[in-house]
Antibody, heavy 116, light 113 residues
Framework: VQLQQWGAGLLKPSETLSLTCAVYGGSFTDYYWSWIRQPPGGGLEWIGEINHRGSTNYNPSLKSRVTISLDTSKNQFSLQLTSVTAADTAVYYC???????????WGQGTLVTVSS | DIVMTQSPDSLAVSLGERATINCKSS????????????LGWYQQKTGQPPKLLIY???TRDSGVPDRFSGSGSGTDFTLTISSLQAEDVAIYYC?????????FGPGTRVDIK
């Protein structure tokens, strides 16, 4: 399976971050689809996940601003993060896991920079 | 949230020597229903996404060399590289997938001495 992601790389404060991840070579069933981010030179932060039924879990630290959605007809899932600030500057990754096995497949990463 | 800590922050090991990284979780990540520790280890090289090395604390992911091994249970875990190779230079992260929000350790940088 391959995950390929895309989206805008430069945003202004208060704008909405929008990223999409396409899944090639695998189905959506029986997997969880996550977004994870990493600020420059920093550690990894799990943003949230969605399963094939559309059920979501979000990190409480971001929950008020995050929406993860699914388009099974296109084998894609998406991330929206509203009201971004400079603190949201990071490389954003999409990734696949199962209920019991963590993220064995990752997208290539997208650097999103928030700057006025 | 389960807080993950790692030690050391960084280490330098000679080629062919052993590297050991420790990870501690603020609460147990042992799932009693299947007796599995929901603890993973990742390797991240510069400019690349993390790569899953080990899950369930000690199960190597497909294709991972057997010089990488994981051990531990409950709250204390260890990643061992038995014979360090040049391509093992990276940052290593532990991560719990026992409960949301899933959390990572701060990482341990491994270099060649």
């Amino acid at each position: 399976v391959q995950l390929q992601q895309w989206g805008a790389g430069l945003l202004k404060p208060s704008e909405t971050l929008s990223l999409t991840c396409a899944v090639y070579g695998g189905s959506f069933t029986d997997y969880y689809w996550s977004w994870i981010r990493q600020p420059p030179g920093g550690g990894l932060e799990w943003i949230g996940e969605i399963n094939h039924r559309g059920s979501t879990n979000y990190n409480p630290s971001l929950k008020s601003r995050v929406t993860i959605s699914l388009d099974t007809s296109k084998n894609q899932f998406s991330l929206q993060l509203t009201s971004v600030t400079a603190a949201d500057t990071a490389v954003y990754y999409c990734a696949r896991s199962t209920v019991t096995i963590p993220w064995g497949n990752w997208g290539q990463g997208t650097l999103v920079t928030v700057s006025s | 949230d389960i807080v993950m800590t790692q030690s050391p922050d960084s280490l330098a090991v000679s080629l062919g020597e052993r590297a050991t990284i420790n990870c501690k979780s603020s609460q147990s990540v042992l799932f009693s229903s299947n007796n599995k520790n929901y603890l993973g280890w990742y390797q991240q090289k510069t400019g690349q996404p993390p790569k899953l090395l080990i899950y369930w604390a000690s199960t190597r992911d497909s294709g991972v060399p057997d010089r990488f091994s994981g051990s531990g249970s409950g709250t204390d875990f260890t990643l061992t590289i038995s014979s360090l190779q040049a391509e093992d230079v990276a940052i290593y992260y532990c991560q719990q997938f026992y409960s949301t929000p899933f959390t990572f350790g701060p990482g341990t940088r491994v270099d060649i001495k």
